[in-house]
């Protein structure tokens, strides 16, 4: 399995972008998925995930209404977009798969991405 995330980058307080992640050896719509989050010296958090083929997202509380998550079943690609962004919302962003325990949004997951750095500043 391999996850591979691009889209991050550079940009001013208020400005957008869109995280794209696109998998090989697992079926996008097969279970959840989503984008988590780690800046130096602090946890890794979740950001949003989605299960059930894309029709169930779920989001952390500091990005409900600025981040959306979409999936493209056909391209084994979920995308995170990402609007009125704010400096907090700096730091390295993974996308994970394959749900070992737990529940989507706080669970263990098997696969991870490499990582694409988001600054706002």
């Known amino acids: 399995v391999q996850l591979v995330e691009s889209g991050g980058g550079s940009v001013q307080p208020g400005g957008s972008l869109r995280l794209s992640c696109a998998s090989s050896?697992?079926?996008?719509?097969?279970?959840?998925m989503g984008w988590f989050r780690q800046t130096p010296g602090k946890e890794r958090e979740a950001v949003a995930v989605v299960y059930g083929g894309g029709g169930f997202p779920l989001y952390a509380d500091s990005v409900k209404g600025r981040f959306t998550i979409s999936q493209d079943n056909a391209k084994n690609t979920v995308y995170l977009h990402m609007n009125s962004l704010i400096p907090e919302d700096t730091a390295m962003y993974y996308c994970a798969a394959g749900l070992v325990r737990g529940s989507c949004l706080r669970g263990e997951y098997m696969h991870w991405g490499q990582g694409t750095q988001v600054t706002v500043s």
């Open positions: 050896g697992y079926t996008a719509n097969s279970g959840c």
